[in-house]
């Protein structure tokens, strides 16, 4: 029976050969997805997560090729190691899908979202807002005596960060974009 | 040289260019251009079906038998949707068919227009891939690259939606060989290291099983060829699921049976002690795992599919191959014998000893009688009264599906075509006509049950029609057998809506349809019976009235493991969990 034993790790299919595939741990992936840009090809992704219970915690697409008609997907989702070799799978198999990335699992990436926050105020509420405005970075878009809008760019994190510092400063109002990815380096 | 012609002739030359012979079909007002064009045409047969359903059945019957993919044509709207069952079936199969719609006119779409429905989205979830085509420029192209797409990698359905005006406009025609074909090119070729590793599991494994399912039928007659060569020249015990009978011969040495959740206890019981198990072209069904944690427990898995997202779906395997199976098991069998053909003899031999150890348990013994006919008897007098002929079977779904597959033995492959993985009552009449539309000569027997026989019966008509003398072999309990079995096993033997009241007469129906009638409720008369159906040249619903409470066993009840079989109706022992091993 000796010979049955196959070295650890060098079975899966896929680029993780070093997780366990059999983890139950749920880990969070953002997937860059190619894809024709052709009707119904966004149905067509999100219908799979949604027909296979697979999660999406954000998503953008724009066409990122105007010759060659190619959208890009970006996805984060959730799930154990096997789920998101599944996903990434599934995704692979369609037939508009050119090539999946999974950015997470892939090595380094800059991850980055865009956040317009609306925050109104009077008085030294309006002056913390602002000057916390400054240290994350964030750039007034529009402003009246009572309100501001914000625009930031950053990691999901930073705009978790900057929205929760925002809340009792009088948060009205926060619109994201989702993440957009690339890998690092050449 | 490119040619002008309308969206509506595009099709038909479209499908004269992929080869296709015959299109199974329905008209109304969003297809008529193309029903024209089928009019003044006569390569391309139309056989007019009677339910949009039966078309699609037809076309999977059709492509299950010959390999070839099958085409279903079907107006906007109602005949869209009635489409959707088929759809499903032939995705969960595996299936290639290429099904063209009508849809109202490009101009209405999106106002609710009369038979306006939202064909690619409706079946986009349904369908290997969808297009709707909004310019005939476009037309042929698409519908060359709708058969590459079917064909190609994991087969299955695609569905062309074309609006009225683009079927009356003109364009230049795009043969097929101009076609893009896009980027779709599926892997097919194993990678040779891993197949390395599983040569080496094949040297060394004591009690190894090889597991064969509908990817061997699908991938040609080839792949039955070299897996026969492989499991005669290794020795080892092969198994097959439901999609993938006939690919090894049943009357082969080293058959143990079908396996699953009415397999046979000797090939269960194999898979679930095994050392080693080879899957080809199967997919870790939940009707042949049982219990996911107590799968095989002590087994190295090697999973050889064309479709990546099977590969670790719902089993965790050892040594996964992604490649046609044609293409995996010439280079397995090429790898093996370049290192010299090696097995582990002794474990081997212990293992098939044990394996007939196993197979001496007779599983599928059942209590005979003299005075009612058991659906296990008739299956197996229908089994010796055409063997040797070539016949093809197609079934329904219920208990018959399921004693069909025990005791009916197929020696080849694309003889057997059964709804495996939707399991849709009302397949196997109009797949049985599919069938028969590709093989007139052939000998095609749908081997059904009362009930679902009835979901699609209206079919008859067609066969009658186009002169395909199909045999209805019906399986008649007056019940929904499979539903009926479960109650009784499962819930108290409380009897909720499982019979079949108000059959009709199915003698006096098949006078109505102007085929031949037989009715049989004595055992004594059935081989007579058999063989009167069998001599009729034309179609033959019988109604073979069988024991009405027959329990179809052995039973791995849904999420029990594999050696938690029942060999019979102790419903005791079915509640204390009758562990048998
Ligand atoms: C379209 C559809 N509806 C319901 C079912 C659930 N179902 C599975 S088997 C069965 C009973 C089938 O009865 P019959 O055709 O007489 O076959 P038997 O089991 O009696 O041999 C039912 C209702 C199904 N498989 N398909
Ligand atoms: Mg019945």
Known sequence: ?186 | MTKQMTGARMVIQALKDQGVEVVFGYPGGAVLPIYDEIFQQNDIRHVLVRHEQGAVHMAEGYARSTGKPGVALVTSGPGATNAVTGLTDALMDSIPIVVLTGQVPTFMIGTDGFQEADTVGITRPCTKMNWLVKDTAKLAETIHQAFHVATHGRPGPVLVDIPKDVQFATADYVPAEKARVTHYQPRTEGDPDRIAQLVELMEHAERPIFYTGGGVVNSGPRASQLLRELVAETNFPITSTLMGLGSYPASGKNWVGMLGMHGLYEANLAMHGCDLMINIGARFDDRITGRVKDFSPKSKKAHVDIDPSSINKVIHVDVPIVGDVTKVLEEVLRQWRARGSKTDQRGLASWWKQIDDWRAVKCLTYKPSTTTIKPQYALERLEALTKGRDRYITTEVGQHQMWAAQFLGFEDPNRWMTSGGLGTMGYGLPASIGVQVAHPEALVINVAGEASWLMNMQEMGTAMQFRAPVKQFILNNERLGMVRQWQELLHGERYSSSWSESLPDFVKLAEAFGCKGIQCSDPKHLDDAILEMLDYDGPVIFDCRVEKHENCFPMIPSGKPHNEMLLSADAEAFRSGAVLV
């Open chain 1, 1 to 186: 029976m000796s010979a049955l034993n196959i070295k650890k790790g060098s079975t899966s299919h896929s680029a993780y050969d070093l997780r366990s595939a059999l983890s139950e741990v749920e880990e969070s992936h953002t997937l860059a997805v190619i894809v024709e840009n052709e009707p119904g090809v966004l149905a067509r992704v999100i219908g799979l997560f949604s027909g296979r219970g697979y999660n999406i915690d954000s998503l953008t697409v724009a066409e990122v090729d105007h010759t060659g008609h190619r959208s890009r997907i970006t996805i984060v989702t959730r799930g154990t190691p096997a789920v998101i070799d599944q996903i990434e799978a599934q995704l692979s198999r369609m037939v508009p899908v050119h090539a999946v990335q999974d950015l997470t699992a892939e090595g380094p990436s800059v991850q980055r979202e865009l956040a317009l926050v609306k925050v109104a105020g009077r008085g030294d509420h309006r002056i913390e807002a602002l000057r916390l405005a400054e240290i994350f970075r964030a750039n007034v878009v529009d402003s009246t005596l009572e309100s501001f809008v914000f625009e930031m760019t950053g990691t999901p994190e930073k705009i978790d960060a900057f929205a929760e510092l925002m809340r009792p400063l009088g948060l009205v109002e926060i619109a994201r974009t989702g993440v957009a990815g690339l890998k690092r380096g050449a």
